[in-house]
């Protein structure tokens, strides 16, 4: 038998599927927001999109550390 992602999951595979998601989509949205990097993030116009991005943060990290606290 192939040894493959899905006959061979380890415990770490979903958590870096989900990590590389979240990185990938908060560039897009950084990208977004800033017209391409046009202009500064650091705005004030930018402030909830900043938050929205410290909560997902957030919410990984609190999926990551679940995942570990039961999956050990």
């Given at each position: 038998?192939?040894?493959?992602?899905?006959?061979?999951?380890?415990?770490?595979n979903?958590?870096?599927?989900?990590?590389?998601?979240?990185?990938?989509?908060?560039?897009?949205?950084?990208?977004?927001?800033?017209?391409?990097?046009?202009?500064?993030?650091?705005?004030?116009?930018?402030?909830?999109?900043?938050?929205?991005?410290?909560?997902?943060a957030?919410?990984?990290?609190?999926?990551?550390?679940?995942?570990y606290?039961?999956?050990?």
């Amino acid at each position: 038998m192939k040894n493959t992602y899905s006959t061979n999951n380890t415990s770490r595979n979903p958590i870096i599927l989900l990590i590389l998601v979240w990185f990938v989509l908060n560039v897009l949205l950084l990208l977004s927001a800033t017209n391409f990097l046009a202009e500064s993030f650091f705005q004030k116009e930018h402030l909830m999109v900043c938050f929205i991005m410290i909560g997902s943060a957030l919410a990984t990290l609190k999926v990551c550390l679940d995942h570990y606290k039961y999956n050990g």
